[in-house]
């Protein structure tokens, strides 16, 4: 019988069975240490360790991100009034957008669950909202007495974080 090349047996293979230590850190030479022994590139190590650093030490992406752990748990009906759960797809889209996003991004947006499977941004300051869907997303602002919006906008995180810049910025 060929061996497959693809199938790891040895010492290096991690088991699903060997336990696995998590702790918070806000420090990126404990992260790299932790990464260091995980069977990936230097560069997909420099790329998690930032990022892992980052969401840690910043308050409102770490905030949107249990925001949106808890709003992928909820379930059919959860309203009481028929309310769909949050789609894991829409819930991946948002998440997307905060691993390009800054801290300040969300500092005026809330996160909130709509009952058609969908999810709302609400910022805290202006007159402004974000409808979030599987592949489009919907806004509308009211900026400087000037209504702004588009419906059916194709998703992307870079489309959805500059809607979000814009309207932060009040320059509609």
Do not use: C
């Amino acid at each position: 019988m060929a061996e497959d090349k693809n199938i790891h047996t040895g010492e290096d293979a991690m088991k699903a069975s060997e336990p696995v230590a998590a702790y918070v850190t806000n420090s990126y030479a404990d992260v790299m240490y932790m990464l260091h022994s995980m069977p990936i590139t230097h560069e997909v190590k420099e790329q998690v360790a930032r990022r892992l650093s980052m969401e840690v030490a910043s308050k409102n992406l770490s905030k949107a991100f249990e925001r949106l752990d808890h709003l992928a748990t909820l379930e059919n009906n959860w309203d009481g009034e028929g309310a769909l759960p949050i789609s894991r797809k829409v819930i991946n889209n948002v998440k997307s957008v905060l691993a390009i996003s800054e801290d300040e991004d969300w500092e005026e947006w809330m996160i909130g669950p709509d009952g058609n499977a969908t999810l709302g941004l609400q910022s805290k300051m202006t007159r402004a909202v974000i409808s979030v869907g599987a592949n489009e997303f919907s806004y509308f602002a009211k900026i400087n007495g000037i209504r702004l919006g588009e419906s059916h906008v194709v998703f992307t995180p870079e489309a959805l974080l500059n809607i979000m810049r814009k309207i932060s910025r009040n320059d509609g």
